[in-house]
């Protein structure tokens, strides 16, 4: 999953759930404008979960397909006729 994926999944979602983005970007704004800090701080927070969600799912990506690659391939045909 590269970057681009990351963003259009976000977009998707909050085109499929408009209520739930909206009441996020409310609240968002409303931290921006009384606590100027406390805003900063869950926008780093929220960056820093999303790097970490991006990091896993790369690193589980990539594993997966390396298991892939080391079962033979009658193994698999095996496994896919049960």
């Given at each position: 999953?590269?970057?681009?994926?990351?963003?259009?999944?976000?977009?998707?979602?909050?085109?499929?759930?408009?209520?739930?983005?909206?009441?996020?970007?409310?609240?968002?704004l409303f931290?921006?404008?009384?606590?100027?800090?406390?805003?900063?701080?869950?926008?780093?927070?929220?960056?820093?979960?999303?790097?970490?969600?991006?990091?896993?799912?790369?690193?589980?990506g990539s594993?997966?397909?390396?298991?892939?690659?080391?079962?033979?391939?009658?193994?698999?045909?095996f496994d896919?006729?049960?």
């Amino acid at each position: 999953m590269d970057l681009s994926g990351f963003i259009n999944s976000i977009v998707s979602f909050a085109q499929n759930n408009p209520v739930i983005a909206i009441a996020v970007a409310l609240v968002l704004l409303f931290f921006m404008y009384r606590n100027t800090k406390l805003f900063f701080n869950i926008l780093f927070f929220g960056l820093f979960l999303a790097s970490l969600y991006y990091l896993i799912t790369d690193m589980a990506g990539s594993s997966v397909e390396k298991k892939k690659k080391l079962i033979p391939e009658e193994e698999q045909q095996f496994d896919n006729k049960r």
